[in-house]
């Protein structure tokens, strides 16, 4: 029988569009200071290579930050930084751990939809001013 030893498997994000990158995914890119960049796809990697800006690249995740059509600034954001301190394995602690995970994620999920449906409350009210208006000109069609 072989001794395994347990390696530490941890989801990365994309350096262009961050997206998860998994175990045995991607590209990894190592520049002369030894900095990391991962990439989830060729299609990202490519842009990196292209020097292309991910606020300007429509389809990233830093696009929808910048242009506001994303929750940017929340405390249940902050419990996604990653943490390089090892602590020693404690079951409470581990269970603890992943309920607090979810709850996170509920309330995550749950104020990103109110953060969505506040964005659309105005185009919701000129939508209707439009009809009004549309309603209002073109009476004698009725």
């Given at each position: 029988?072989?001794n395994h030893t347990a390696r530490n498997m941890r989801i990365e994000k994309?350096?262009?569009?961050s997206s998860s990158v998994y175990p045995g995914h991607g590209i990894q890119?190592?520049?002369?200071?030894?900095?990391?960049?991962?990439?989830?796809?060729?299609?990202?990697?490519?842009?990196?290579?292209?020097?292309r800006n991910p606020r300007r690249a429509r389809w990233t995740k830093a696009?929808?930050?910048?242009?506001?059509?994303?929750?940017?600034?929340?405390?249940?954001?902050?419990?996604?930084?990653?943490?390089?301190?090892?602590?020693?394995?404690?079951?409470?602690?581990?269970?603890?751990?992943?309920?607090?995970?979810?709850?996170?994620?509920?309330?995550?999920?749950?104020?990103?939809?109110?953060?969505?449906?506040?964005?659309?409350?105005?185009?919701?009210?000129?939508?209707?001013?439009?009809?009004?208006?549309?309603?209002?000109?073109?009476?004698?069609?009725?």
């Amino acid at each position: 029988s072989r001794n395994h030893t347990a390696r530490n498997m941890r989801i990365e994000k994309c350096y262009f569009c961050s997206s998860s990158v998994y175990p045995g995914h991607g590209i990894q890119f190592v520049r002369n200071d030894s900095k990391i960049f991962k990439f989830c796809r060729s299609k990202c990697h490519k842009n990196f290579k292209k020097k292309r800006n991910p606020r300007r690249a429509r389809w990233t995740k830093a696009f929808r930050k910048s242009a506001g059509k994303e929750l940017t600034v929340d405390a249940a954001l902050e419990f996604e930084k990653k943490r390089n301190i090892p602590v020693q394995y404690d079951r409470d602690l581990w269970k603890n751990t992943v309920d607090a995970m979810k709850r996170v994620e509920e309330i995550k999920l749950k104020r990103q939809g109110q953060f969505i449906k506040d964005r659309f409350k105005p185009s919701k009210k000129l939508r209707v001013l439009q009809s009004l208006k549309d309603v209002r000109e073109n009476y004698h069609i009725l």
